[in-house]
């Protein structure tokens, strides 16, 4: 646009492009391309992801020369044959642009996962100790930070060989020979005594072969996705139909298919998500927040479920007291704005508060969860649950069966995750990174058949307080203790089976 146009007619004099194929560029480049502040620009316009899945990303930004080491690209798994284009162009940082001066020493490093970590490339030069390479003030250039053995190096700025050739935009492409993880990393290594700002404009693109963006520990993922989708629309089609009418009357199944459709929803966007950093390569911030957003809610659901499941309700009775339906209001309505602050939020210190107020109130819904649900199951063990007899022995054979199903799947939900952090850092190498969200993702869909076959065992009309066919009510379970020495009332001659 207009305001870009100085930018692109000094473009065309340092490169001898015309004005349109400078505009052509700039476009493709993205706005970091075009500076319109006299300001200096120290903020990143195209943010890098602390963990990339796939990578494509345009930047700007301005850097101190003092500052030794500037990681572009955190560690991306590439396979064999896998290529990387890089275009950067180094300036001055300020307004006009013009080249930095000739002792700015400038590279640009592709390091494979054995040189970072063995080198410890970024602690290399930053000790206190006057002989750490990088720290003398002395005149000569700072080479052994430029000098580490490296997959690929380019000196972008500093040659006196390539004044000409290191002007404007500078491109580099090459592909990978090893299947590693690999990281790009910005080297300035001037000596200490300078202190200058440059701006560098960079695109950089890592491609795996048959042209996908996606990470080598992530190409499984999209297929997985893939899979999932039809596996719950599957799920949720045979419930239907096994269900059928009588799922109209059954409230707790009628959570659970809501619980599983949101799961279906949360499975579909990161589907989308993973489709689209394959054949893009661009990480865009709304699919990532939104597929973050389905998991909040799939999660509230879920826990709603096993919440009302614990409290007993349809179950030992068919309402909860005024009380409980304030708390349970209160912490799942916490519950999804601070989940969904945490999801949709960019400010670190704001981030890290919503997380604590989101995992405290997490743990105040599953510390009731495990009280009301070990206070049920006792309670019918004792026969001291305030209920009707029921009318068989099996019916509260079931309601214990119910009970300890749900329990054994929480503690599924609740324990499993912790055994996989070990499983993840212990046992799996970086390639199968992909296996820790299969392993999660087959535990949901585990429990929630878990769940929906338990449930199926649940009708409302025998389980809640009845009346037998004259309209005499059924005689309560005494608690242990009480009515000794006392007549009782007679009950009908199908409740004369011993109490369970």
């Known amino acids: 646009d207009g305001s870009c146009r100085s930018t692109c007619c000094g473009c065309g004099r ?22 319109k502040s006299p300001l200096l620009r120290a903020v990143v316009l195209g943010a890098v992801l602390a963990t990339a899945h796939g990578y494509r990303q345009n930047f700007n930004v301005s850097i101190n020369i003092r500052t030794r080491m500037n990681r572009v690209v955190p560690l991306f798994g590439l396979d064999k044959g896998g290529q990387v284009r890089i ?9 006009p642009r013009v080249p930095p001066p000739l002792w700015a020493n400038v590279y ?14 970024p602690n290399f030069g930053n000790g206190v100790d006057p ?21 690929k190096r380019f000196q972008i700025w500093g040659s006196p060989h390539r004044v000409q ?5 500078q491109s580099f492409a090459f592909n990978v020979t090893e299947r590693t993880e690999y990281t790009l990393v910005l080297l300035t290594c001037a000596s200490i005594a300078h202190d200058e700002f440059l701006n560098v404009q960079m695109d950089v693109t890592m491609i795996n072969p048959n042209n996908q963006h996606l990470s080598v520990e992530k190409r499984p993922l999209e297929p997985m996705y893939l899979s999932l989708v039809i596996i719950y629309l599957g799920l949720l089609a045979g419930g239907a139909f096994v269900a059928g009418p009588a799922l109209r009357g059954q409230a707790l199944l009628q959570c659970l298919a809501g619980a599983v459709s949101l799961k279906w929803l949360e499975v579909v966007f990161n589907l989308a998500y993973y489709r689209t950093l394959s054949t893009t390569g661009r990480d865009y911030p709304a699919l990532l927040q939104t597929t973050r957003l389905g998991d909040v809610l799939t999660n509230a659901a879920f826990l709603a479920l096993l919440l009302l499941v614990s409290l007993g309700w349809t179950i030992t009775r068919s309402t909860l007291t005024k009380r409980e339906q304030q708390l349970c209001w209160s912490f799942f309505s916490l519950y999804g704005v601070f989940g969904i602050l945490h999801s949709i939020c960019s400010t670190p210190a704001y981030c890290q508060s919503f997380l604590l107020a989101f995992y405290i109130v997490r743990f105040l819904i599953t510390f009731c969860i495990i009280v009301a649900m070990n206070a049920n199951i006792e309670r019918l063990r004792a026969g001291t649950v305030d209920v009707p007899r029921p009318l068989t022995p099996t019916q509260l054979y079931i309601k214990l069966l119910i009970f300890h199903n749900i329990r054994l799947a929480f503690l599924g939900v609740l324990v499993f995750p912790i055994g996989l952090m070990f499983v993840e850092v212990a046992v799996l190498s970086w390639e199968q990174a992909w ?7 087959l535990l949901y869909l585990v429990v929630f058949t878990l769940v929906g076959r338990t449930l199926r065992l649940h009708t409302p009309e025998d389980m809640l307080p009845q009346q037998d066919t004259e309209g005499t009510e059924l005689v309560p379970i005494p608690a242990a203790g009480e009515g000794e020495g006392e007549p009782q009332q007679e009950a009908d001659v199908g409740d004369a089976a011993p109490n369970a």
């Open 14 to 35: 340092r490169r001898g492009r015309t004005l349109k194929e400078c505009s052509m560029g700039l476009r493709r480049r993205g706005t970091g391309g075009c500076v």
């Open 165 to 169: 050739q290191q002007l404007g935009v």
């Open 87 to 95: 275009e950067v162009d180094v300036a001055k940082a300020g307004w």
């Open 108 to 121: 640009l490093a592709f390091f494979n996962a054995q040189q970072w970590y063995e080198y410890d490339v």
């Open 435 to 441: 296996v820790g969200p299969m392993l999660q993702e």
């Open 131 to 151: 002989a750490y390479p990088c720290q003398s003030e002395d005149t000569h250039q700072c080479v052994q930070l430029c000098s580490l053995p490296s997959v």
